[in-house]
Nanobody
Framework: QVLLVESGGRLVQAGGSLRLSCAASGRTFSSYAMGWFRQAPGKEREFVASINWSGESTAYADSVKGRFTISRDNAETTVVYLQMNSLKPEDTAVYFC?????????????????WGQGTQVTVSS
């Protein structure tokens, strides 16, 4: 059974920081690219960041570049992190951990093969 389980979402004040985690199991995720998407109320799901299988290559949405950092740990099981700094109220959304059965970075939701259930991030002004 393929599982992507997110954690770390909570209420935080604007300007604050938060780190999301995603534990992957059920597949050889160490050879797959991983990423994060988000969906705000009343809006479409949008790309946030992705990382290639080794962690050497990353991609970011313009809206989070310079504030968010994606990383991964393939040591035993695959865990993907999203460090979010200088948070803004517009970052409020459900954040989804995703994976693609390919090694390289990606940004299109159509290329995603696995989705987590999501974790809520709320940034208060």
């Amino acid at each position: 059974q393929v599982l992507l389980v997110e954690s770390g979402g909570r209420l935080v004040q604007a300007g604050g920081s938060l780190r999301l985690s995603c534990a992957a199991s059920g597949r050889t995720f160490s050879s797959y690219a991983m990423g994060w998407f988000r969906q705000a109320p009343g809006k479409e799901r949008e790309f946030v960041a992705s990382i290639n299988w080794s962690g050497e290559s990353t991609a970011y949405a313009d809206s989070v570049k310079g504030r968010f950092t994606i990383s991964r740990d393939n040591a035993e099981t695959t865990v993907v992190y999203l460090q979010m700094n200088s948070l803004k109220p517009e970052d409020t959304a459900v954040y989804f951990c995703v994976s693609r059965r390919d090694a390289g970075v990606f940004s299109a939701s159509a290329s995603v093969h696995y989705w987590g259930q999501g974790t809520q991030v709320t940034v208060s002004s």
